[in-house]
Each structure stands twice: as structure tokens, then as C-alpha cells.
């Protein structure tokens, strides 16, 4: 499928930004041919890839690189009052699986021999991991001073690590010149559209895992906005499809420090601080900016910064009352979330603007999303998940909704 700038209208077969400088998006967003989710063949043991016809790249099977990956757990969290899918629960570890799946399946496409993508960690192990998969070589630029973890984990995927000295941002530099000198095709998790279309299943996941219903707020970090962004695609998608009947507001934490959305809705002194231990979001300049500020907007959601005190002080919190640490979604209807307790904010619209009058609750850690739902009994939404160890609920999200029972593979199972 062709690109198109959606601030000039230019169009192109494959580039990774707009001559103009803008982001690129595919011209179209594909959408299911039937009316109603019962008609469509929905099956969770073909992982995210169940969803292909909402998806602008892969339409010929062959060229889909995957690993088995999406369909990850909803659990339910009764002290949250909420519901967390577990997006830790991929081959490498993070959400970012969802988006490198299609990345690479579109650098398939395009017949891309080599692959370059700058990243703080996670982007980059799952970049070159499914870069292995598609028996492309690729060239992961990061940050000297990245996690000697992280680097191992690109390392073993067989990917060449490129350490790069000083900010986040000149680390995205030295990768941008070796595309512009023509080395490589960019498979940047914060420019390239396959990546957003990836991350936008998780929305398509949460719905049917909710027995099609949406709820009232989803909760995330928010650092590029890939997962955000991608939620808001995929909520978006659903609804045009007349899958779903709306969109839920979305809520972003930030760390303060590195909070440019926070700023811009509630001002600098909002984002004050270091907060160093959420290091996967630590972006002062984000490529979609702007598109993130629309989708707050459209949703009536909000984004907030959170101190390395308010983060590191609920990692510490022993088990059972830590109930999330790592890449969490989370999705309530009652309250808006997504901050320690002990980091609560009064949350507003954009900057100069009445605030909601609503406290939000949360851990904005690695990304995470929570799904907000109407008080009711809650009970573990995914099998087997009593038997997972709080301490372990490393990648959750959360969503809101009383749900059918499941069935083997975590979706909902519906009574003829």
C-alpha cells in the first residue's frame, strides 16, 4: 500500500518521511468486509495476524514475518478496580513485537536487504529479532550508556550495536544519516507507519477479549506515543468498521523531566524533575507530537509527569500490593488512571484549559495500558493468571467490562 503526507498530500510508494519533513501514514485504512465481528474469522491461535484485514501490510502471507506474537492476557486487578493486559508477554518481552512484526513485514515487501532503527532498549531487541526471522541484516543504534541488558538482547538476535554518545536525540541522528546515505531502509518504531499499524492490535485484542465492547479509558506510558498512537488507529478502526460504537479516552504518563505532552497541556511546571527510572519514555522530542496532542483532544483524554520518586516508591512496594512494574495497558470506566497513588495529579484538557475535576491512579512505568471499567465483581479475565506472581506483572494493561467465560486461548467465548 502507497504512503501519504498528511500535512502536504504528497504520495510515495516507500519513503521514511515526507520531503516536506512530516510523518508519513498509509493512504488508506483497510477495514473488515463484514458488518459485525460474528461474521468475521476470528482466531486468537493466529495470534495479532487474526486481524489481517484491518492491517495495510501483509496481504500476501508469505511476506509476514512473525513469531507467534499478540493475543497476550487481560487480567483483573481488584485493587485497581481495573483490568491489565499483560503486553509483556511476547517474544521479546515488550509491546514493541507488535509493531516490529509489521514493520518487518512491509520491509519484506519492499524487498529492504538491510534494516537500520535507533532505540533505548526494547525497540531494538524486538526490531533485530524479527529482522533475524526475516533473515535481514540490521544495525541497531542506542545510547552509550544503555543497559548492558538491553544491548545483550539485540546482540543475540544477531543485529550489529551502534553505540552513539550523547542525547536520545543524537542517537536518532547518526541512524537518520545512514539512511540518508543510503545504507539502509529505516525501520523506526517513531516514523514508520507499518510500526503503528502493529501496535494499533492491541485495541482490536481488548475489544475482543471484552466481547466487543470498549471501555471507558485506556491508561499508557507515553514516550514516542507508538503504543498511544496505536491504540487510538486501532479504536478508531473499529468503530468505522461499526465493530464498536466509540472510542475510549486515552490517558498518558510520562516521565517528568522528558515530558513534552504534559508541558504542552498543562505547562512547564508541570514536568519538573529527572525521573531517570523510567527510562523507556524518556523522549523530549517526539516525532508525532502533534498527532498525540489531536488524539488526546479527540478522546477528551489527558497526559501527566510522573517523578522518579512517585515511580521508583511503587517499584518498591512489595507484593501482593505492586501489582504492575514493566509494559502495562490499562483500562477502568470509574477513574482515570495510569499514576502511583503517591503521584497523583489533578488532570486537565489542553494547557490554559478547566482541569476534569478527576484524579488519575496508575503506574507509568515501561509502557503500559490500562482499561477503566464500572465497579463490579472482578475475577481473573485470562487462564491461569491466579497463579501469576504480582511481582511478575511486568507488561499489563487494563480494561474495564463484565466478560463471557474464555476459552482456552483468553478470548471470549460466546453461548450459542
Not at 207 to 215: G, I, Y
Request: include cysteine; proline fraction near 7%; charged fraction near 25%.
Amino acid at each position: 500500500m502507497s504512503l501519504r503526507c498528511p500535512a502536504c498530500g504528497d504520495s510515495y510508494a516507500d519513503r521514511w518521511r515526507c520531503r516536506c519533513g512530516a510523518p508519513l501514514e498509509f493512504s488508506d485504512q483497510p477495514l473488515p468486509p463484514t458488518e459485525t465481528p460474528e461474521d468475521a474469522s476470528i482466531d486468537p491461535r493466529n495470534g495479532l495476524w487474526t486481524f489481517e484485514d484491518f492491517l495495510p501490510v501483509g496481504a500476501d502471507p508469505s511476506d509476514r514475518v512473525t513469531l507467534g506474537e499478540g493475543y497476550t492476557p487481560m487480567v483483573d486487578v481488584p485493587e485497581w478496580d481495573a483490568t491489565f493486559k499483560l503486553e509483556y508477554v511476547f517474544p521479546t518481552g515488550s509491546f514493541k513485537d507488535r509493531g516490529a512484526t509489521a514493520t518487518l513485514t512491509r520491509a519484506m515487501e519492499v524487498g529492504a536487504d538491510r534494516i537500520v532503527e535507533d532505540s533505548s532498549g526494547n525497540a531494538g531487541a524486538a526490531i533485530a529479532t524479527y529482522a533475524a526471522r526475516a533473515g535481514i541484516d540490521a544495525e541497531i543504534y542506542v545510547p552509550a550508556g544503555v543497559k548492558e541488558s538491553k544491548v545483550k538482547a539485540i546482540r543475540r538476535a544477531g543485529a550489529d550495536v551502534v553505540r552513539v554518545e550523547g542525547s536520545r536525540e543524537d542517537v536518532t541522528d547518526a541512524c537518520i544519516d545512514a539512511v540518508t546515505d543510503g545504507e539502509a531502509w529505516y525501520a523506526s518504531h517513531a516514523w514508520n507507519p507499518a510500526f503503528f499499524a502493529g501496535t494499533a492490535t492491541m485495541a482490536y485484542e481488548i475489544a475482543h477479549q471484552r466481547d466487543w465492547s470498549v471501555p471507558d479509558a485506556v491508561v499508557m506510558p507515553l514516550g514516542h506515543g507508538t503504543m498511544f498512537l496505536g491504540a487510538y488507529g486501532g479504536f478508531r478502526a473499529l468503530r468505522d468498521a461499526g465493530w464498536t460504537d466509540r472510542v475510549p479516552k486515552l490517558l498518558g504518563a510520562q516521565a517528568a523531566g522528558y515530558a513534552p505532552i504534559a508541558a504542552e497541556l498543562h505547562g512547564k511546571d508541570a514536568v519538573v524533575g529527572d525521573n531517570t527510572v523510567a527510562d523507556g519514555i524518556q523522549i523530549r522530542q517526539p516525532v508525532q507530537k502533534d498527532s498525540i496532542l489531536d488524539a488526546i483532544e479527540a478522546t477528551d483524554g489527558d497526559a501527566i509527569a510522573l517523578s522518579k520518586e512517585a515511580v521508583a516508591s511503587e517499584l518498591k512496594t512489595p507484593p501482593p500490593r505492586r501489582v504492575l512494574h514493566r509494559t502495562d495497558v490499562c483500562s477502568r470506566t470509574r477513574r482515570s488512571g495510569g499514576v502511583p497513588k503517591s503521584g497523583r495529579h489533578r488532570v486537565g484538557r489542553r494547557r490554559g484549559r478547566p482541569a476534569l475535576g478527576k484524579r488519575a491512579e496508575g503506574v507509568a512505568q515501561k509502557p503500559s495500558v490500562r482499561l477503566m471499567r464500572p465497579k463490579r465483581p472482578l475475577r481473573s479475565s485470562a487462564p491461569g493468571a491466579d497463579s501469576v506472581s504480582p511481582s511478575g506483572l511486568s507488561g499489563l494493561s487494563a480494561s474495564t467490562t463484565v466478560r463471557p467465560a474464555r476459552s482456552q486461548y483468553g478470548h471470549a467465548s460466546r453461548s450459542s
